[in-house]
């Protein structure tokens, strides 16, 4: 039987694969469409999240739905999701151990909503899916061919509401890279449907992104 994203979530919730199930309320898995042509990921849930469930339900996520009302989309149209599923205690950053053991529910979401377009919110997670060191603010304004699909790095939306919100530079440029989105779903065609990926080995042995070489390869 084929596992669905309801079969996935269901064993997340229950994970203890690193250290952050012994600090976390809850798994934040994800939400939105399961069969979404647009996917967000972000890089982990944070207090609000954590407390809720749901990824994006602070003042960052009342933002980026307002991003996604400006290009005529609702959170229910898109799936929205993070690197990692449990809260780092004080939001610290993500550790390499922890990033290991929560990357094969990432990879199985992605294998079974087969988005058209995939976007980055914010430098860990670019540098995480690209696999580069160049900062967010070099690679966001454009799109990034990534196994049959695109994706397109922007600012993550906490990062636009610490530099100012609408008064500061990173909103506007916010505003284009929603705008490039619309455009990229408009012009994607849909990848063609593979088997569930099960593994990063399987997902390593597909052809590499097409990344300029100084961005280097998946995962």
Known sequence: MTRTLTDVA???ATCT?????????????GVGNPNADLLFIGEAPGLHEDKQGEPFVGAAGQ???RMLAEIGLTRDEVYIANILKCRP???????????????????EQMSLIQPNVI?????FA???????????TRMRGSVYPWHG???IPTFHPAAVLRGGGEKGRQFAELQDDFALIKR??????????????????ELERETPAQVPDDQLELF
Request: aromatic share 4%.
């Open 63 to 65: 933002l980026l739905t």
């Open 89 to 107: 205690p004080g939001n610290r950053d993500p550790q390499d151990d922890e990033i290991e053991a929560c990357t094969p529910w990432l990879v």
């Open 149 to 151: 699909r695109k994706v």
């Open 119 to 123: 976007v980055t919110l914010g430098n």
């Open 10 to 12: 269901h064993e997340a």
């Open 184 to 201: 990229t779903l408009t012009e994607a065609e849909p990848p063609p449907l593979r088997p569930p990926v099960t593994s990063l080995v």
């Open 126 to 136: 670019t540098k995480f899916v690209l696999q580069t060191q160049t900062g967010i």
């Open 17 to 29: 694969k690193c250290r952050l199930a012994s600090t976390r309320t809850q798994v934040v898995f």
